[in-house]
């Protein structure tokens, strides 16, 4: 009879797959917060909670469904958020988008029929959308090359060296190559750090609802996180043999968005690319003990909520186009998988082009932004051409 693993084993694959999934994405999540309004202290308050909230979510769910089912912010979304930018309102009115979309999800729980609306809009709209919103961000390391070459060469030469070795940890080390040239230019200024900065804490937010904030930032912030995490993260775990509860998934990460909100937090969703990390044999070869892992996840998770402040600063100290580049390479996978799916089906593929066209502008008509428009465009678009025809 063969020896089982050692226990060690789920619990440190718990904690990589933590620390690959925070120190992969943290910098797109305060990028997108404070585009939409969101001082220093509550993008760093932000973090703070969506780094909780995700943790307790990732615990409550393996543990409740002895599963390896981890939970984690929506990185589209906070994708959406840097490119949309302001809304009428400002961060309040952010902060009750953020609300809203905790809304919508918890009603995809209780009422069928919403997310059965939402699958019906075409993957390639939909992956096309987010693509458009994506590409900004992805452009960021190829224009940070000629905007501060000696700071963004090593992060890009990292990530490249490390995507051919160990592609798990290409963004990681690429934000480590990052701490490096943000602690050298700091050592070269001689600029004192302000402790306080690296104290976590809350900055609660009173909400607001503007039209402009929930049509442009509520819906579109629902639909990427249900189509690009969701939908992908329950495909991966069945992947693996197991069947996610999706009432009560959709009900614990609904009240963890909400729960979340006022803090700052814009939502957190099913884990979908990271998800294999713990779900996976590599985890634990028996996949009765894997949810150790889920477990695992999440209080790493809580641990390193305790240092988000420290990384909310790390991103305030940094040279101009270092931070914006370990996003835009962060970004990379999920950019390449959106556009292949996008245009994967030949009879879809102007519509998904015209939606990743609005998306990618950047434009902002009656206070909604390019997200809803691109959604729209691309609906319609494939409306005429589709009409008639079986």
Known sequence: MPTAAPLSRPILAGIVTALVGFTSSFAVVLTGLSAVGATPEQAASGLLAVSLTMGLACVVLAWRYRMPITVAWSTPGAALLAATGVVEGGWSAAVGAFLVAAALILLTALWPAL????ARIPPSIAQAMLAGVLLPLCLAPITGLVTNPWGVIPIVLTWLVFA???PRWAVPLAFLAATVVVTVSLVQEGAPVD?????PRFELTAPTFTLGAMIGVALPLF????ASQNVPGIAIMRSFGYEVPWRPAMLVTGLGTALGATAGGHAINLAAISAALAASPDADPDPKRRWVA??????S???L??????FAALVLLAPDAVIPAVAGLALFGAFGASVQQAIDDPGERIPAVVTFLVAASGISLLGVSAAFWALVAGLLVRTVLHAGRR
């Open 115 to 118: 997310g059965a609306l939402i």
């Open 305 to 310: 909520g305790g240092f988000s402040a420290a």
């Open 223 to 226: 639909i990427v996180t249900m």
């Open 195 to 199: 402790a306080g900065l690296l104290v």
């Open 294 to 299: 889920g477990v695992s996840t999440g209080a």
């Open 164 to 166: 051919r070795l160990a």
């Open 301 to 303: 998770y809580l641990v």
